[in-house]
Each structure stands twice: as structure tokens, then as C-alpha cells.
């Protein structure tokens, strides 16, 4: 049952002169501690005049944004407190981490999770010195930082992390601070739209803060230097109901933004109780804030001469080259004493405890809400049995199936089972990639009008959940802002273009490798989890737009500890892999699998022991196993992927056939991390187990689905890398059949037959005629292809003979 939260009452003048000393005074002490921790590392309370030895050699840490930061990061201290409040903030600005730094470290969580930095001067003189230092913290809100669960090394994604981390969280409200650079970009443009897709009735809230403080790094930035007009109208024609709260004078801006932020809540909280009071869910005006402040706030307002407050100059380090410029010092200096540090910290460098009760306690801080360690949170999956949705094989290579679709159905009741937790995201392609058993249990989310003819197939309510925009940015924001809160959810794209969202998988897998290996206090997540589907093989209308399996290249370079790649063959082994992979935390599995209908060749007892083994000889297709003691075969034929499983299958059927006497040992790869040595990769094969499965010295034809010299960049270390011969995609296509597309990346049965004859010595001049029968086809069949746009049937129909 989703409580009814009350409507606060604002207040017109919020803040009593008392209020407001003792609120500047605590927005002093964190533009102190920014200052501090980007220029000195020691010397924390001034007690000597400074000099070199107190500063930093090393400066990198934004100040331009950190002021506005922890001015609104302060204003949201107040409301928690009185309205008793659960808060996530996201600070979008780029290397603004100093503005959320120091406030964090006054409200104590800093302290209690680094003992080290402990409220004295002692710890404050570490925390400054970490900062942006080696062996320190980055400039970022990086995994390090307690109530962060967005770093902000790419800019774009604060809004769409924002909006997933309310989903199925009623009672909690997100602040996302977009700063004016990122919102140039165009993940942070899509992402605004997210406000069609929140039901006040479940959904928790988001309140966007646009800080427009006026300058990138050396420009001034779009949305500053439009008319007040014309942003308004940009925003109200997104859906918001926008506030301005403009200006530079500290007292004045203190009790707009007190006033503002109250009256937002106000509405958030109205608009929710109606909701959940009426059980009508529709599509408000959300209050939004527009904070114009000056950049670089309170900081030397000219450097050397020329402007810097206010300008792009105070963008990073507006004091630049500290060491040999005694004249900068002084600035320094001056700078931070124009905070009155004496009124703010006693002797020990304790903030002064009238200031400290400013701040929420316990969980209620933003740096300490359990929202931000959502490890904390998450619960195991409820799993229905996996075992249950295969399909029946009673003889490999027989039968054919969609593969994509059990999955759809496995899907539907992983999502009835846990209504409250799990999500599937996707770009307009649930019902394309075969997933739309899922609208059986729940449809597409959608709070824009619905018209009456959706009636008929749109799948659309306000109650849904699925989740499909086309904007796979945004989608993954969602999903990873649902994650990191402690979910659990399945993204799936097309193949070819998984590639927008490249940079973005970067950013998560950093993070979760940071939080595993360095961050010892956040708990495990649930892992990221993206289908690849429409591949490369089959794109027969689409065309070469449409064909890059390069995704997967990307993702192997990433830490070993956190990514995973699968390609299961059928649909048995999709169900046990898709299993594994949603029980599973804190990683990025990626499960490549088409949607269109393939050859089954395991049974599920098979393709469960073969998922687990990640690698394995197919006894079935494999004829080198002869009774003797010891079975040496004459080649192997290796495959990863479905259409590349099925050709090598075709090929070794044929070489079965021409050549009965040749040995042929047939090798599948489902977790192709098993192909790297095992000190690369907890999932690699050691170097025996390789050398027994490929053996030493036999030549090794290796049918690959993506491009064929990643196959050479995992394997290169192995002893038997230099008889191995890949085949995959080598950017050779158009609108092809899919024979014709292998064809013409030589991943076809007759070109792997070709390869086994070039590479087997005892064949010779005996396989010449199979040769030119192999040569022969590749001929009839491209012809066959472009004269009837479909391939043979006895390519089509092919089934395995054996």
C-alpha cells in the first residue's frame, strides 16, 4: 500500500533571520571546504599565513559549479528535515564534486565511512589533500562519494539516472542538477521526456534543477544566452512547470531558493496525494527550478586583471600555477578567509554545533540514504523455473524456433513474479525482438494521451511496465538509475545499434569496478543486464547500415571482473544463460542471440550443463572420438553464435560425408570470456585445458559471429594460436540473403570446408574435386539468390544429417 504523503504548507518568507544566518553561515563553511580541497594540502584552518608548502602541485577540480551544488544541496537539508524526506541528489555538472564534497563531510557520513577524514582539523587536512591527488578521490562524484550514484564523468545522464532511480519508489524524491554545459548534450535533451513515463500513483518524483550559471569550459553555454521567454517556453512545451530563482546577493537567493524549492515539494506532494487518494494516474506539470547563478560564486571576482566570477575563467582552477607565484597565494588566501572559517569550525576544526544541527541525521542525509547504497535494498529475484519454458529436442539440428521468444515468455513471469521490482527497457522493439509475451502481465508505460484506436495492439497504459522509448540513452539511464536503487531489469536493442549507448556501458563498468575492488561499503547491485538481438546475420532487408557486431569488441575491454558475453545457439541454452545472468550482481552481461527462427540442438539438461561449462566438445557432431586410446582429431571446428554454430554444423556435415576417414572434433563457445587465458579472466580456460580441447598443433577453423580478430585478442597467449583460423564479419554486405551475407564474409559452410581443405595436410590433391564442388556452389547459390531474392531451399530447410 503506497502511503498518501501530506501537502506542505509554504510559507511566503520561509526563513526567519536567524534561519538565514546560520543557513549562509553553513553554505560558507562548504565553499570553504571546496576551495580547501582543491588548492591546499595542509595548513586547513589558516593558522599561518600561506605559503607554497600548503598548496597543492596538482590542481584539478572544477570550482564554477561547486557553489550552486551545495546551495542547493543545503536548501534540500532544510526540507528533509522539516518534512521528514527521503532524498537522492544528483549533481550533473561535471567535476562539481567539490560542492557536494564538503557538505557531505559536514553532516558526518564522510567521517563514518572514512574514519581517516574524522570532523577536526587533522581530518580535514586529509580530506583536502585526497582530493583529485594520486592515491586520492577523482573530481567527479565518483563511487567513493557517500550518497552518490551518478559519477558525472560523461556528461548527459543525471536526468535519465534520476527518473530510474524513482521508478517503484513512491515515497522518494530525486533532485537531478543539470548543469547548463551538459544540457547540450543530447542524451540530457532526450531525457527530459522521461516525465511521460512517472506514475505519481507509484513512482516517486524528480525535481530538475537547470543550473544555468552561464559558461562551459571556454564558451558560454546555449540555454544562458536565450531569453528568459523563450526558456520558459522551452520547458513548459517539455511538460514543466518551471520556477526561476535568479541573481547573485546571498541573503536574496537564500529565500527565493528557500521559497522556491518549498513550493516545488508542495506541488510534488499535491500531485501525488490526488494520485493515490483518486487511484487516477495522469500526467501533471512537474515543477522544475532554473537556478541562474553567477559562475564561479563568491570567488575572486578578477585574477591577474581579468574577469573571472561570472565568467568561463572560473570554470576549473581560476588560480592556476601556485607554485613560484606568491601573488596567487595571496589570493588564495584572501579568498578563503572571506569566509570567516574562525565563525564557522571551532579550534580543533569542528564545525560549530549550531551549524551541524542544520543538517538531516541518520539515513535521512543524502550522503548516508539508503537510496545511494542499493545494494542495501535489493532483494533476490523471485525466478520461476527456467527448466519449464524450453523447447523439446529429440534429435540435434532438427528443428527450428524462434529463440528470443521462450525467453519473451520466461520474461512475462519474472515480471509477475515481482511486480515491484523488476523492468524490461527497450527502444520500439519488445514485440520486434519476439519479447511480447511480456504485455501479458504487463504493458508499455505510457502517462502522454492515449487515443482510442491504441486499443488495438499499442500496448500502452499508465500502469505498465515496460519500459520503450526510442532513445537507448535514456533507456539505460533508467535502468541503471533502477539498478543502482537496488532492482532488478532486462535491456535489449538491436545489435548494430547498442553502439549509441558505447560510452555509456564505459561509464557503468568503471563504476561497478571501482565499487567492487575499492568501495568495500557498497553493497552489490544486480547486474546490468542487455540482450543484443536483430544481429548482424539476418539483416536481409535492413542492410549494411544494419550489420556491426562490434559491440562485444568494446566490452572485452573492459575490467575482467565485470563484464561477461554470451552466445547461446538455441533456446535452451538462451534460458539458462538469461537465468544465470538475472540472478547475478554487479555486472554487465551481454547475451547476443537472434530473434528469427534457428536450429535447436541441445536439450535443456544439455544446454544447462554446456552454459555451465561455458565451452564444450558436441559429441553428436564430433566424429574423432574413435575408441582409441588417445583420440587425436585431423582438425577442429569451432563455432560461436547461432548462425555460425548452424554453417560450421553444415561444414562438418559435408567434410562427415566427402571425407569419412577425416577426424573432426566440433567445439561450441556459449561465455566467449572462456577463450582467455584464466589469469586474464575468471571465466578463462588454463592453458592445459585449452591445449586439451584444441590440442597443440592441429589447425583449428573458428566460426565466429562477430568480427574475427577478436577472436586472435583473446586466444593469442595460447599454445595453439598460430594454427587457429577465424572467420566473421569483415564489413562485406548489403541486402543480402542470409547465405549470400556468409558467403560473402566467408563464414558460409562451403568457404569453412575450403579452409579445412587449405589446412589439413593428409587431404592434398585427394579433396581437389570436393573443391571445385565447393567453388561451384558458392557460384549457384549467389546466382540462385539474386535472380529469386531468397536462398535454395536446401539451405533454408537444411537440417543436421547425422
Keep these: ?103 557531505v563531510y559536514l553532516e558526518g557520513t564522510y567521517s563514518e565511512v572514512y574514519p581517516e577524514k574524522s570532523e577536526d582539523e587533522e581530518g580535514m587536512k586529509a580530506f583536502f589533500k585526497q582530493f583529485s591527488f594520486p592515491g586520492g578521490i577523482g573530481s567527479h562524484c565518483t563511487p567513493e562519494t557517500p550518497g552518490s550514484i551518478h559519477e558525472g564523468g560523461e556528461l548527459g545522464y543525471s536526468l535519465s539516472h534520476a527518473y530510474g532511480s524513482v521508478l517503484d519508489n513512491p515515497d522518494l524524491i530525486t533532485v537531478a542538477v543539470v548543469g547548463d554545459g551538459e544540457a547540450e548534450t543530447g542524451p540530457l535533451a532526450t531525457a527530459w521526456h522521461s516525465n511521460k513515463f512517472i506514475n505519481p500513483i507509484r513512482d516517486g518524483a524528480v525535481l530538475p534543477v537547470l543550473h544555468l550559471n552561464g559558461y562551459k569550459i571556454a564558451n558560454p553555454t546555449i540555454l544562458a544566452r536565450i531569453s528568459h521567454e523563450e526558456l ?10 518551471p520556477y526561476f530563482v535568479e541573481g547573485s546577493d546571498p541573503d536574496l537567493m537564500h529565500q527565493a531558493m528557500a521559497a522556491t524549492m518549498e513550493t516545488a515539494i508542495a506541488e510534488i506532494k499535491e500531485i501525488q496525494k490526488e494520485a493515490r487518494d483518486t487511484g487516477v494516474a495522469k500526467r501533471p506539470m512537474w515543477p522544475m527550478i532554473v537556478l541562474r547563478s553567477p559562475k564561479g560564486w563568491t570567488g575572486p571576482k578578477q585574477v591577474d586583471g581579468k574577469k573571472t566570477e561570472d565568467f568561463w575563467r572560473s570554470h576549473q582552477v581560476p588560480l592556476s600555477g601556485m607554485h613560484g607565484n606568491p601573488a596567487h597565494i595571496k589570493v588564495l588566501e584572501d579568498w578563503l578567509k572571506s569566509y570567516k572559517p574562525e565563525e564557522l569550525f571551532d579550534d580543533n576544526g569542528t564545525l560549530l554545533p549550531e551549524l551541524k544541527e542544520l543538517a538531516p541525521t541518520g539515513n535521512r542525509r543524502i550522503s548516508a540514504t539508503l537510496y545511494a547504497n542499493g545494494g542495501l535494498l535489493r532483494k533476490d529475484l523471485k525466478m520461476p523455473d527456467f527448466r519449464e519454458y524450453g523447447v523439446e529436442v529429440d534429435k540435434p539440428g532438427a528443428v527450428e524456433a ?90 535489449h ?52 547500415s544494419h550489420q556491426d557486431p562490434g559491440y562485444v569488441d568494446l566490452v572485452t575491454n573492459k575490467s575482467a571482473g565485470v563484464v561477461r558475453v554470451y552466445f547461446p545457439p538455441d533456446v535452451n541454452t538462451l534460458l539458462s544463460v538469461g537465468n544465470h545472468c538475472l540472478n547475478s550482481k554487479d555486472y554487465v552481461n551481454v547475451i547476443v542471440a537472434d530473434k528469427q527462427k534457428h536450429l535447436q540442438y541441445l536439450t535443456m539438461d544439455e544446454a544447462i550443463k554446456h552454459c555451465t561449462k561455458g565451452i564444450g566438445i558436441w559429441e553428436w557432431a564430433s566424429n574423432d572420438d574413435c575408441g582409441k586410446s588417445p583420440d587425436e582429431p585431423d582438425v577442429i571446428m569451432a563455432c560461436c553464435g547461432d548462425v555460425a554454430t548452424k554453417e560450421a554444423l553444415a561444414a562438418t556435415a559435408i567434410l562427415r560425408e566427402e571425407f569419412p576417414d577425416l577426424k573432426v572434433r566440433f567445439i561450441n563457445v556459449v561465455d566467449l570470456f572462456k577463450l582467455q587465458p584464466a589469469e586474464e579472466h575468471p571465466h578463462g580456460l588454463s592453458s592445459r585445458e585449452f591445449d586439451t580441447l584444441f590440442t597443440v598443433d592441429k589447425p583449428i577453423i573458428f566460426n565466429f559471429h562477430g568480427y574475427p580478430w577478436l577472436i586472435h585478442k583473446l586466444t593469442y597467449r ?85
Design 402 to 491: 524462434e529463440n528470443t521468444r521462450p525467453l519473451g515468455v520466461f520474461l512475462r513471469d519474472v515480471m509477475a513474479n515481482n511486480m515491484n521490482s523488476f523492468r524490461v527497457f527497450g527502444p520500439d522493439e519488445t514485440a520486434s525482438n519476439r519479447l511480447n509475451a511480456i504485455y501479458e502481465v504487463s504493458k508499455k508505460v505510457w502517462m502522454a494521451d492515449i487515443i482510442d484506436a491504441d486499443a488495438d495492439g499499442t500496448e500502452i497504459t499508465t500502469d505498465g511496465r515496460v519500459m520503450e522509448m526510442l532513445s537507448e540513452h535514456t533507456l539505460q539511464g533508467w535502468l541503471e538509475g533502477y539498478l543502482l536503487t537496488g532492482r532488478h531489469g532486462f535491456f
Design 1 to 103: 500500500m503506497v502511503a498518501t504523503p501530506e501537502k506542505p504548507q509554504v510559507q511566503e518568507t520561509p526563513l526567519s533571520p536567524e534561519e538565514l544566518r546560520k543557513i549562509h553561515a553553513y553554505w560558507r563553511a562548504c565553499n570553504y571546504l571546496a576551495v580547501g580541497m582543491i588548492y591546499l594540502k595542509d595548513n586547513p584552518l589558516l593558522k599561518e599565513t600561506l605559503t607554497e608548502d600548503h598548496v597543492k602541485n596538482r590542481l584539478l577540480g572544477h570550482w564554477g559549479s561547486s557553489p550552486g551544488l551545495s546551495f542547493i544541496y543545503i536548501h534540500l537539508n532544510r526540507l528533509i528535515k522539516k518534512y521528514d524526506l527521503d532524498v537522492v541528489y544528483m549533481a550533473g555538472p561535471g567535476h562539481g564534486a567539490p560542492g557536494i564534497l564538503g557538505p
Design 232 to 241: 520558459e517556453y522551452l520547458f513548459k512545451g517539455y511538460g514543466y512547470k
Design 493 to 544: 536493442t538491436y545489435e548494430a545499434f547498442a553502439h549509441v549507448v558505447d560510452s555509456m556501458f564505459n561509464q557503468h563498468a568503471k563504476w561497478l569496478d571501482i565499487c567492487k575492488n575499492e568501495v568495500p561499503w557498497r553493497a552489490p547491485i544486480s547486474s546490468l543486464n542487455i540482450l543484443l538481438s536483430s544481429t548482424v546475420w539476418r539483416q536481409d532487408h535492413n542492410g549494411f
Design 718 to 802: 595460447h599454445t595453439n594460436h598460430h594454427n587457429l583460423h577465424v572467420r566473421g564479419y569483415k564489413e562485406k554486405g548489403n541486402i543480402n540473403t542470409p547465405l549470400e551475407l556468409a558467403m560473402n564474409n566467408q563464414i558460409d559452410r562451403f568457404n569453412l570446408v575450403l579452409d579445412v581443405i587449405d589446412r589439413v595436410p593428409k587431404l592434398g590433391s585427394a579433396a581437389a574435386y570436393v573443391q571445385q564442388r565447393m567453388k561451384n556452389a558458392i557460384i549457384e547459390h549467389r546466382a540462385y539468390a539474386y535472380e529469386n531474392g531468397i536462398d535454395k531451399p536446401e539451405i533454408t530447410d537444411w537440417k543436421w544429417p547425422f
